[in-house]
C-alpha cells in the first residue's frame, strides 16, 4: 500500500465501525423487546447508537474534500473524471430509493395505488448523502477556487443546521410536493431530512479542507493536535448551552433538530476521527477487517439492510415474521452473525475486485440482471 492510502486509512476506520454498529442499531430497532426499552441502559445505548449517522455522514464529506483536492481541475474541466464522480453519486442515490421499493415486482408496483407508494419517497440516509455530495460537487463547479468553495460550504453547513428547528416538522404539502418535502421535514416521516443531517456532510468537508491544508506528513500531526480538543471544546459548549434557561427557537425535537445537541454529536465525531488518526499512527495499521469493511460500506449499508427488512419471506421481512420479541442474548447472536457475515463478504469482494477486477465487474453485472430479471418479471 502507498503512503498515501495509508494516511487515510483512518477514514475508512471510521466509515467502517459507523457501519458495523449501524448493523447493531438495526437489530436492536428491529428485534429487541420494546421491555427493555425504558431502561437506563438502553437510553445509554440508544445515545451511543445516535453517533453511528452523523459519524457516516461526517466521513462522506470529509472523504469527498480529500479527494476533490486531487481532482480539482478534473472536476472543473468536467472531464471523465468528473462524470464518474457524479456516476457514484448517482449510484448511492438510486441504491437509497432501490432499498425503499415497496414490492420486489413491477407489475405489483405499477398497480400500487399512493398509499402504498408512501415509504418510497421516505428520505433515510443514503439520499441525504447522495444530494449532500451533489450539492458539494456543483457548489466546486460555480465557486471554481477551494477558498471560495470553503466559504460557499461554510455557509450552507450554518443554513442547515441554524434553520433545522423551524424544517423539521413542518408541513408544506399544500406548497411542495411530498416527494420534495421528504428531504426538507421529518413530518412525513422522514429519518434524515437535508436540515439538519447534510450538516454533518457539510462539516465534514469543511474539516476534510482544514486537513487538506496540513497535507504533508510532517504538517498533519499539527492539524489533529488541533482538532481533538476543539472536539471536546464543542461537546463541552454545546452540552453548557443547553443549560440556559432561555431558547433562540420555538419548541422543536431537540434530539433530532437543535443545533446544540448536533454541536455535542459533531463534537464527539471530531474527537472519533482524531482518536482514530492517532491510533493509526501507533499501531501503523495500514488495512485491517474494520477498515475493509469500510471501503465497501454501501454494500455492507445495503445488505444488512436487505437481511432484515427485505421482503423475501412471502413478501414478508424477518423484521415482521420475529418482530420486536427477542431478549438480549439473541439480539446479541444475529447482530454478531450479521456483523461476521458483512465483514466476510466485504472482505472477500474486496479481494477480488483488487486481484481481478474483470472478473468482479462480471459478478456484480450477473447479479445485477439476476436482481432485474426477478423484479421485472415476479408476478407477485
Known amino acids: 500500500m502507498s503512503a498515501q492510502k495509508q494516511r487515510f486509512v483512518y477514514i475508512d476506520l471510521l466509515r467502517g465501525w459507523a457501519g458495523l454498529v449501524m448493523i447493531e442499531v438495526h437489530v436492536v430497532n428491529a428485534f429487541l423487546d420494546t421491555a427493555y426499552r425504558d431502561a437506563s441502559w438502553f437510553k445509554i445505548l440508544n445515545f451511543i447508537n445516535g453517533l453511528v449517522a452523523p459519524s457516516f455522514l461526517f466521513v462522506a464529506g470529509y472523504s469527498f474534500v480529500i479527494v476533490a483536492q486531487r481532482k480539482w481541475d478534473n472536476y472543473l474541466a468536467m472531464d471523465?473524471?468528473?462524470?464518474?464522480?457524479?456516476?457514484?453519486?448517482?449510484?448511492?442515490?438510486?441504491?437509497?430509493?432501490?432499498?425503499?421499493?415497496?414490492?420486489?415486482?413491477?407489475?405489483?408496483?405499477?398497480?400500487?395505488?399512493?398509499?402504498?407508494?408512501?415509504?418510497?419517497?421516505?428520505?433515510?440516509?443514503?439520499?441525504?448523502?447522495?444530494?449532500?455530495?451533489?450539492?458539494?460537487?456543483?457548489v466546486v463547479l460555480i465557486a471554481r477556487t477551494q477558498r471560495r468553495f470553503f466559504y460557499a460550504v461554510a455557509a450552507m453547513t450554518a443554513?442547515?443546521?441554524?434553520?433545522?428547528?423551524?424544517f423539521w416538522g413542518s408541513n408544506l404539502e399544500t406548497v411542495v410536493p411530498l416527494q420534495i418535502l421528504h428531504y426538507f421535514s421529518a413530518a412525513h416521516g422522514s429519518q434524515f431530512p437535508?436540515?439538519?443531517?447534510?450538516?454533518?456532510?457539510?462539516?465534514?468537508?469543511?474539516?476534510?479542507?482544514?486537513?487538506?491544508?496540513?497535507?504533508?506528513?510532517?504538517?498533519?500531526?499539527?492539524?489533529?493536535r488541533m482538532l481533538l480538543p476543539l472536539g471536546i471544546l464543542l461537546v463541552l459548549l454545546s452540552q453548557a448551552a443547553t443549560w440556559l434557561p432561555w431558547d433562540l427557537y420555538p419548541p422543536h425535537n431537540f434530539w433530532r433538530a437543535s443545533p446544540l445537541f448536533f454541536g455535542i454529536r459533531l463534537g464527539i465525531v471530531l474527537v472519533l476521527l482524531s482518536t482514530l488518526w492517532y491510533w493509526e499512527q501507533a499501531a501503523k495499521s495500514g488495512k485491517s477487517i474494520v477498515s475493509v469493511a469500510g471501503s465497501e460500506s454501501l454494500i455492507v449499508y445495503a445488505l444488512h439492510l436487505l437481511v432484515i427488512y427485505g421482503l423475501f419471506f412471502d413478501h414478508r421481512s424477518l423484521s415482521f415474521i420475529i418482530g420486536r420479541t427477542c431478549g438480549i442474548p439473541t439480539v446479541i447472536g444475529i447482530t454478531i452473525i450479521l456483523v461476521a457475515a458483512m465483514v466476510v463478504l466485504a472482505y472477500v469482494w474486496n479481494t477480488l475486485k483488487n486481484k481481478n477486477m474483470r472478473w468482479a465487474r462480471i459478478i456484480q453485472y450477473t447479479f445485477l440482471v439476476i436482481a432485474l430479471s426477478s423484479f421485472i418479471f415476479n408476478p407477485l
Open 80 to 138: 471523465r473524471v468528473f462524470w464518474k464522480q457524479l456516476q457514484r453519486i448517482g449510484q448511492i442515490w438510486l441504491v437509497g430509493y432501490a432499498l425503499h421499493v415497496p414490492f420486489f415486482s413491477l407489475r405489483r408496483l405499477i398497480s400500487a395505488d399512493w398509499n402504498e407508494w408512501l415509504p418510497f419517497w421516505k428520505v433515510d440516509v443514503l439520499h441525504c448523502i447522495a444530494v449532500s455530495l451533489l450539492l458539494l460537487l456543483m
Open 159 to 166: 443554513a442547515v443546521i441554524g434553520l433545522a428547528p423551524f
Open 194 to 224: 437535508l436540515f439538519p443531517w447534510a450538516g454533518f456532510v457539510f462539516c465534514g468537508a469543511l474539516t476534510g479542507y482544514g486537513a487538506s491544508l496540513w497535507r504533508t506528513r510532517e504538517r498533519l500531526p499539527q492539524f489533529f
